[in-house]
């Protein structure tokens, strides 16, 4: 659970201290004043990196050599802090006073779930996206999925550093016959859990579709370059062997799993070509609330952030998502207060970001 966030020199904001409240807080601001600034910041404690950018500098208020964020939350009941100093080469990052090197060090982790605009883009876009999305989740269930992704990633990049490289067939065959060995015990592991979350996933997902349309049946499948039905290993090993001359003359390799792709459809039809931006929004938000769902039952306590989509839903899903996240944290950004007055009743907290004014409600108040 979120306690607060302080920034420095980061992107708009010379100097922002904010605290949270438990449960319901509502970044209130009119557009270009800094909302999606604050989730971004958010995010990063989660995942040491932004959701917006990958350059460094554009996280640096203009005029200033680096900026700064820190943080502190509740992660089982334990205080936790941390700090990012963002520089244009890079960032530091300390936990608990402690120096963070690379992600693994990175204990009791502030989990986060956040829904934004470009969301939509993992149902439409390009397969990349939908592998990116559930590697996000797998990796915060599976700490071993994470570190096979990892090697694979590694291994499949060498291989195709060899296949641009080296000349001579033979000895090219040899060397990436090292590699495959190597891409088909790890792609396989990938390749079974991958099937196995998203079988349980689209379970989840396929309850809370019906339950916000009332009709449409949402379905997602793991489509991969092999027969997953059969024994992965040895599929891929068929696979590699087969296509070995073709990986030469491409210089690269076609087959694995980051080739693989989600089928995701809509009463049967392909929802990247088919489905209006009305089903987009629906099917996104009932996968983002099977990741919430998938997550927590992990025991782990989990902060949902709503970047600029409140607004885009209508009532009866606003309601649903709100009872959905009834004891969880929630930071939402709104223009208006109307799109949410009439739905909230608990204890919440309105952070008017223009004035840097808060105010608690509720039946409690404050």
Do not use: W
């Not at 009743?345 to 108040?365: A, F, P, Q, S």
Request: glycine content about 4%; charged content about 30%.
């Amino acid at each position: 659970m979120l306690k607060s966030l302080k920034l420095v020199n980061y992107r708009s904001f010379s100097k922002l201290y904010l605290k949270f409240h438990p449960k319901k807080n509502i970044i209130l601001a009119n557009n270009a004043k800094g909302k999606s600034n604050v989730v971004e910041a958010i995010y990063m404690l989660s995942f040491l990196k932004s959701f917006r950018t990958e350059r460094n500098a554009e996280l640096i208020k203009f005029g200033n050599a680096s900026s700064y964020a820190s943080f502190e939350y509740l992660a089982n009941d334990i205080l936790n802090r941390i700090e990012i100093t963002i520089e244009p080469k890079g960032k530091l990052v300390k936990q608990n006073d402690k120096m963070i090197k690379n992600a693994k060090e990175y204990n009791q982790r502030f989990e986060a779930v956040l829904f934004e605009p470009f969301d939509l883009n993992i149902l439409k876009g390009a397969p990349g996206l939908r592998r990116k999305y559930i590697d996000s989740i797998l990796t915060r269930l599976s700490p071993s999925y994470r570190d096979e992704l990892l090697s694979y990633n590694k291994v499949l990049m060498n291989r195709n550093k060899a296949l641009k490289m080296y000349k001579d067939k033979n000895s090219l065959k040899a060397i990436l016959k090292s590699y495959d060995t190597q891409l088909i015990t790890l792609g396989a592991a990938l390749v079974e859990k991958r099937k196995t979350f998203t079988e349980n996933f689209n379970t989840i997902c396929k309850d809370i579709h019906k339950e916000l349309s009332g009709t449409d049946e949402l379905n997602i499948v793991y489509k991969s370059n092999i027969d997953i039905e059969k024994d992965i290993k040895k599929a891929y090993e068929e696979a590699f062997n087969a296509n070995i001359d073709k990986d030469i003359d491409r210089k690269s390799t076609a087959l694995g799993p980051h080739r693989d792709d989600y089928a995701i459809s809509i009463n049967e039809n392909e929802a990247r070509k088919f489905a209006s931006q009305g089903q987009l929004r629906t099917a996104m938000l009932s996968m983002k609330i099977a990741e919430l769902k998938m997550i927590r039952s992990f025991n782990k306590d989990v902060t949902l952030l709503l970047d600029d989509v409140f607004s885009e839903l209508d009532k009866k899903r606003k309601k649903y998502l709100l009872d959905a996240v009834g004891d969880m944290q929630v930071i939402f950004t709104l223009q208006d207060m109307d799109d949410i007055k009439d739905l909230i009743d608990d204890d919440y907290l309105i952070i008017k970001l223009e004035t840097n004014e808060m105010i608690y409600g509720g039946r409690n108040g404050r």
